[in-house]
């Protein structure tokens, strides 16, 4: 565990995100958890994850949707992602945030 996840004030989230993700995928391993708070990723691929990752958007916004794109970078698919998670692999398929209003804060799950 990295020294802030050690920290007792991060700690109890840390484990509450863990119980989140075993209701989701009880199968799924990870190694890290992302928090985003109002972020717009760029057109991205992810460097060091690993295989699949999970997201989910979470606060009062509306749009925000995220869009993947096929291996050609091309034919971009929008996803709603609030409240609800999203499987896939972003170091094969480019990706990117679309634009939103409101507070969102974004979950991402993956093995680096």
Do not use: C, W
Request: proline fraction near 3%; hydrophobic fraction near 30%; charged fraction near 30%.
């Amino acid at each position: 565990l990295s020294l802030k996840t050690k920290d007792k004030k991060y700690k109890k989230l840390y484990n509450e995100k863990k119980k989140l993700m075993k209701m989701k995928d009880p199968k799924f391993k990870f190694t890290s958890i992302q928090y985003n708070k109002n972020h717009r990723a760029a057109k991205h691929k992810d460097a060091k994850n690993m295989g699949i990752s999970y997201i989910i958007g979470l606060g009062n916004y509306t749009n925000g949707e995220l869009i993947i794109y096929d291996e050609n970078d091309k034919n971009p698919i929008k996803h709603n992602i609030k409240n609800k998670f999203y499987k896939f692999n972003g170091s094969i398929y480019p990706h990117e945030t679309a634009s939103f209003k409101g507070e969102r804060y974004t979950l991402v799950f993956y093995n680096i």
